[in-house]
């Protein structure tokens, strides 16, 4: 149920300012890819113009053509909030729904997309609490607000919420970056799990952790402020981080810049 | 020019040797307030100029000098200046509850003499200036419907407003209403009473009434939405700004429409302040005199429809009752005024708890 997600001439705009220009790049079935770079280089930019997030801002559009599985999904006659659940995202900050409880946050996809039977919420909750490996420290309390847990729970209970409905794709924006090391821990186990259900795609500012969960790896660069990011270098972890093509990639991992 | 210009250093405060400092005892404060209360009555009366209030007033004043002074000789500047500004904010404190305390104590000595089951099962009809009994039950009556009304009518137009302005409107459109708004909140109540009474009562209500032009209760009830509408359309406004957009971004995520979003996420978050801003509108629109009196026309006896014939409201029963040549009608108007005071604090507290039920306890 995987998909594979291929990028050409992608270019995204805020208003005038143009944030990323002719991103290339093919997404495999059940792969983690990871997304690099230094600040405002459009990682996140184009992150977000995968599942049509980035047009949600007032004045920012996206040109170019993005396809899941050979669908375009900014094709006139699509459907956003089909893109959306087909292509699930989990941002930097957990957000879980305040006014919910545990329960209700992680059924939140369903049933606000219809679906009321009590009997399917109860098992998809389970099922994606124990896929986000959240199962046992709030089977006694999903009642409670999801807002009561801790940082790293919040944002497990997060990603529970997003694969519980069954999207083909995982966006994950540094999912760890406001997480200390034993949730981000957890979380790295979990996208080792998730690969084997889904295409997932993030973004890190952390080269370890690029390094340590992801198959592939596109780093991302800019000329100077004010310039759109560009894709320097797509290729396997591995050559990236030992024998990059690049010379720009090879002083960003190697810490010379950025 | 051989002189050599030396410039000022600005050292970093000298860092003190021991943490303690000198303080002033315990019972300073107090004593010097009350030498300074002695002092000043000593003054007034002295010279045989005012009363009480000036003693009062100039006691205050003479406190925060002689406090000042005396926290500067033995304490230093820092906390000279500490505690002479905490002593004003106090007295500001004091300054702005003692007017509210002395409305509530007043509503209930004066309103408690009329508090009897007469005054609510009652109206004024075929009450004479001689007649000691006679009630409010008509203007009740008369609050309730038209109040309600209004509040049926601005709710759901204030919100979808609010909703429109933060999450659809784009533009000058948008820019327009939102200032269209800031200048309706402007718009004095008794210039919405005439609005409605010109518009409504004169020119509309002939067509239902065999061409006679009719006061009704419904008339003040459009004239009170009037008044409602900019606080309820800015308070929601306000309140849905503040729902954080990770929030929206997290249910779009999600694959959620966006009405969806609005009515089962943002609404829910911004709930609890939607609810205080529509019950400061409706508090204000149940003591509102003017509107009610032009375009209700008030009236002695009871009225339960309020489309036909005139209606009366508490906050116009307590204008009449203050006025009237009556020595009974006084008590009358002191218990409305408290019965009002109660009702829009019932219905605040009520909706504050229906509100609350539907967030989560921690």
């Known amino acids: 149920m995987a998909k594979r997600i291929d990028a050409t001439d992608v270019t995204a705009y805020y208003g005038g300012f143009k944030a990323i220009e002719n991103i290339n790049l093919t997404v495999e079935p059940k792969t983690v890819t990871a997304l690099i770079g230094p600040s405002g280089c459009g990682k996140s930019t184009f992150l977000r113009s995968i599942n049509r997030m980035h047009e949600v801002l007032p004045g920012a559009r996206v040109e170019g053509s993005l396809t899941i599985d050979g669908q375009d999904v900014y094709d006139r006659d699509v459907d956003v909030t089909a893109v959306r659940r087909m292509i699930g995202m989990v941002f930097q900050r957990p957000n879980p729904f305040p006014t919910m409880s545990i329960f209700e946050n992680v059924v939140a996809g369903l049933r606000l997309n219809g679906v009321r039977k009590k009997s399917i919420l109860d098992e998809a909750a389970e099922k994606a609490l124990r896929a986000a490996n959240l199962w046992d420290e709030v089977k006694d309390r999903l009642g409670k607000p999801g807002a009561g847990l801790s940082g790293g729970q919040q944002q497990r209970l997060c990603i529970a919420r997003t694969i519980a409905v069954e999207p083909q794709v995982v966006l994950m924006d540094e999912p760890c970056s406001a997480l200390d090391p034993i949730s981000t821990l957890a979380i790295e186990d979990l996208m080792f799990q998730l690969k084997d259900k889904f295409t997932i795609i993030i973004v890190t500012h952390n080269m370890q952790q690029a390094a340590r969960v992801s198959d592939r790896t596109a780093f991302f660069s800019i000329e100077k402020t004010g310039d759109p990011g560009r894709l320097i270098e797509y290729d396997n972890t591995q050559k990236i981080f030992s024998n990059p093509s690049q010379k720009k990639t090879e002083d960003y991992i190697t810490g010379r810049f950025g | ?362």
Request: a positive charge; one cysteine or more.
């Open chain 2, 1 to 362: 020019m051989t002189t050599t210009l030396t410039p000022r250093r600005s050292r970093p405060p000298a860092q003190p040797d021991s943490l303690r400092a000198k303080r002033l005892p315990g019972y300073a404060a107090p004593a010097l307030a009350v030498l300074a209360l002695l002092v000043s009555a000593g003054l007034v009366y002295g010279v045989d100029l005012g009363g009480p209030v000036l003693v009062v007033v100039l006691g205050a004043l003479l406190y925060l000098a002689g406090l000042f002074a005396a926290a500067n000789a033995v304490e230093g500047r820092r906390s000279a200046r500490n505690r002479f500004w905490s002593a004003l904010i106090h007295s500001a404190l004091v300054l702005a509850v003692l007017p509210l305390a002395s409305v509530v104590w007043t509503l209930f000595s004066k309103g408690t003499a009329r508090l009897d089951g007469d005054f609510f099962g009652s109206s004024m009809n075929n009450i004479g200036a001689r007649d000691a009994n006679g009630g409010a039950y008509h203007a009740i009556v008369g609050t309730l419907e038209q109040v309600g009304i209004a509040t049926a009518i601005t709710v759901p137009l204030g919100v979808l407003c609010a909703i429109y302005i933060v999450e659809y409107g784009r533009g000058r459109f948008a820019f327009t209403i939102r200032f269209f708004v800031d200048v309706m909140t402007g718009i004095p109540s008794i210039v919405t009473g005439l609005f409605v009474l010109a518009f409504w009562v004169l020119i509309v209500s002939p067509w239902f009434n065999d061409g006679q032009p009719g006061f009704s209760g419904f008339a003040a009830a459009l004239a009170l939405s009037v008044l409602m509408l900019p606080t309820v359309v800015r308070s929601t406004e306000e309140m849905l700004r503040l729902v954080p957009a990770p929030l929206r971004e997290g249910a779009y995520a999600l694959g959620v429409p966006k009405w969806k979003t609005i009515l089962r996420v943002v609404l829910p978050t911004a709930l609890p302040g939607i609810v205080t801003g529509i019950m400061l509108s409706i508090a204000r629109a149940a003591g509102e005199t003017a509107p009610v009196l032009l375009v209700a026309g008030g009236g002695a006896a009871i009225n339960f429809n309020p489309f036909e014939n005139n209606q009366s409201s508490l906050a116009l029963f307590v204008y009449q009752q203050a006025g009237e040549a009556s020595k009974y009608s006084p008590a009358r108007a002191w218990t409305a005024a408290l019965t009002l005071v109660v009702l829009v604090l019932v219905l605040t507290v009520a909706a504050k708890l229906l509100a609350r039920r539907n967030r989560l306890g921690r």
